[in-house]
């Protein structure tokens, strides 16, 4: 029953992460859908943590949807285009998917534990 939370959960995440990036990664600065997803992701993630969310929440929403919804691999190609064409851009997209990652996932949690401890 495991890979089928985890199989749901991948493949609604995909497409709301798909449906995201195709609406918002339309301007030629930073790529607000993929910051967008990683960034709500991180504070989602946060959320489920802090809760102590049971195993088949965490399969389905944790490592399923969420990992499927955020993209690790986009980010570093974006990252390593815009440090060839734009380090302004490199250094901003930085500072705010790893700064505000970390941020929103800390307030998340600590929502998570407030909410539903």
């Not at 199989?7 to 990664?25: C, D, H, Q, T």
């Not at 929403?61 to 919804?69: D, E, K, N, V």
Request: hydrophobic share 50%.
């Amino acid at each position: 029953m495991h890979f089928v939370y985890v199989g749901i959960g991948g493949f609604l995440g995909a497409i709301s992460r798909f449906a995201i990036a195709k609406v918002l990664n339309k301007q030629e600065s930073l790529p607000f859908g993929t910051m967008t997803v990683n960034l709500l992701g991180a504070f989602i993630l946060g959320i489920i943590t802090g809760a102590k969310a049971n195993e088949t929440l965490l399969l389905l929403l944790g490592t399923g949807f969420l990992g499927a919804f955020t993209t690790f691999s986009t980010l570093k190609l974006e990252l390593i285009q815009f440090y060839l064409k734009n380090k302004k851009h490199f250094l901003l997209y930085i500072i705010i998917t790893y700064g505000g990652g970390i941020g929103l996932a800390v307030l998340g949690y600590l929502i998570g534990s407030i909410c539903w401890n």
